[in-house]
């Protein structure tokens, strides 16, 4: 069984950083491209971040690009995502998800595997 558990989320002035954790277990990690997603109350998940097997490929949306790092450890089954200059704009839960296919997917479609997620807020 596949399994994704987030962690770091946590409540943060505007400005200040986080960095999210999510630990894979039940899946080769190692061929599994790895993503980051968020949804915001009141608004659709939207993709955040992605990262291809071996984490020499990443992708970024628009609203985090040179604020967001993603990154991955193979050996430990895990990735991250490093967030600084935090904005209000980016309170939401954060998904962590695992794909089979392709090398850095962004939709959504693509992901096979989810966590349950991680609040992050920020406050002005």
């Known amino acids: 069984q596949v399994q994704l558990v987030e962690s770091g989320g946590g409540l943060v002035q505007a400005g200040g950083s986080l960095r999210l954790s999510c630990a894979a277990s039940?899946?080769?990690?190692?061929?599994?491209?790895m993503g980051w997603f968020r949804q915001a109350p009141g608004k659709e998940r939207e993709f955040v971040a992605g990262?291809?097997?071996?984490?020499?490929?990443?992708t970024y949306a628009d609203s985090v690009k040179g604020r967001f790092t993603i990154s991955r450890d193979n050996a430990k089954n895990t990735v991250y995502l490093q967030m600084n200059s935090l904005k209000p704009e980016d309170t939401a839960v954060y998904y962590c998800?695992?794909?089979?296919?392709?090398?850095?997917?962004?939709?959504?479609?693509?992901?096979?595997?989810w966590g349950q997620g991680t609040q992050v807020t920020v406050s002005s």
């Open positions: 039940g899946l080769t990690f190692r061929n599994s491209p």
């Open positions: 998800a695992g794909a089979s296919l392709g090398l850095v997917p962004v939709l959504e479609s693509r992901y096979d595997y």
């Open positions: 990262i291809s097997r071996s984490g020499g490929s990443t």
